[in-house]
């Protein structure tokens, strides 16, 4: 394990152990939330997206990762502008590297922290504004997540005060019960750099079972405050090692990094980009949990044609309120 103190103290640490040290900025922290695709291919969080602290030039803020942080981390490029570490055993997301310009156009270096990571978040953070909305198609979780703490969370078309959008006079949309089933045989799913590829195929018209979970096990092993996921039959899953029909096998995919967060429950990532794929547990064995941010659905991030949402609140609330109750707050209020 990398532990590295400070004078200040607010902990980040990934499910595992091997990371865990201290943010020294201190709260409130901005927080900016992202929907765009790479996005959501990068995390397999179809709703949730990275809620990363930025740290704008404007304000002369600076932090820096200890260089002992970022050795014990696996890099991944993201763009030319953002580079994300993580943790190479559970593959949590932790910090980003951002390449951004000062007014006077100079080059800086920005870092960022996962917000999933932190262990106390409740009155430290101000949620500002959902980036890349129209990405979604859909709306993603925009509309969903419209408040926090009783304010509004602004949305943007793209980029961070670009196109401000109205606010949704949609209606929440997960809780419909007269939306079609696709009549799409197959949705494809990936991951951010392409090492992961399969496909869903459905047997009959029902959608299959989905929800947003906020349990710590999830949280810690992404980085993320919410994870996505679709339960679906491995029979159900199809790639080009086979289809469930033929035993899927997803131990010889060696694409895919092995993490056993929990007894007899075994999480599949992304080896390269460290993209959430599957969850397994022994207790279902003929079920896959699939995160949702992979699906390229034709109709949007909420992939509704094929996802039937739970609505009634939200997987790991219990974790979530005694961690961010007001999240949780702001989510059951806007899935109603």
């Known amino acids: 394990m990398i532990s590295i103190a400070s004078p200040t103290s607010q902990r980040a640490r990934c499910h595992c152990g091997h990371v865990d040290f201290i943010y020294t900025p201190s709260p409130p922290h901005t927080v900016y939330i992202c929907h765009c695709t790479s996005c959501r291919h990068f995390l397999g969080a179809a709703l949730c997206l990275p809620l990363i602290i930025h740290l704008p030039p404007s304000t002369g803020a600076k ?6 942080l970022l050795e014990e981390l696996q890099a991944y490029v993201f763009s030319p502008r953002l580079t994300y570490y993580f943790c190479a055993r559970c593959s949590c997301k932790v910090v980003v590297r951002i390449g951004e310009h000062m007014p006077d156009g100079r080059p800086v270096t920005l870092w960022g922290v996962m917000v999933g990571t932190l262990d106390v978040v409740e009155d430290c953070l101000i949620f500002e504004a959902h980036e890349h909305v129209t990405d979604t198609i859909d709306g993603g979780l925009a509309d969903a997540l419209s408040h926090y703490a009783g304010k509004p969370v602004s949305r943007y078309a793209h980029g961070l005060y670009d196109e401000k959008l109205p606010d949704s006079s949609e209606p929440w ?3 419909r019960k007269d939306l079609p089933s696709s009549q799409d045989e197959s949705i494809d799913a990936y991951c951010k750099c392409g090492s992961v590829k399969f496909s869903l195929h459905r ?8 929800q947003l979970c906020l349990c710590d ?16 039959p491995t029979t159900s899953i199809k790639t080009d090692r086979g289809s469930g029909d033929e035993n899927l096998d997803l131990g010889s995919w060696t694409d895919l990094r092995t993490y056993a967060a929990l007894p ?15 969850v397994v547990s022994d207790d279902k064995p003929d079920e896959v949990r699939v995160a949702a941010g992979l699906l390229d659905a034709a109709e949007g991030a909420r992939a509704e044609t094929w996802a039937a949402w739970r609505t009634d609140g939200v997987g790991g609330g219990e974790d979530a309120f005694r961690r961010h109750p007001t999240l949780v707050q702001a989510l059951n209020q806007g899935m109603k």
């Open 264 to 278: 007899g429950c075994i999480r599949y990532n992304c080896s390269t980009c460290g993209a959430a794929v599957f």
């Open 63 to 68: 932090w820096e990762p200890d260089e002992r």
């Open 217 to 232: 096990t999830c949280r810690l092993t992404s980085g993320l405050e919410m994870a996505a996921w679709m339960d679906v």
């Open 203 to 210: 047997h009959d018209e029902r959608r299959f079972p989905a």
């Open 173 to 175: 949309r997960w809780a």
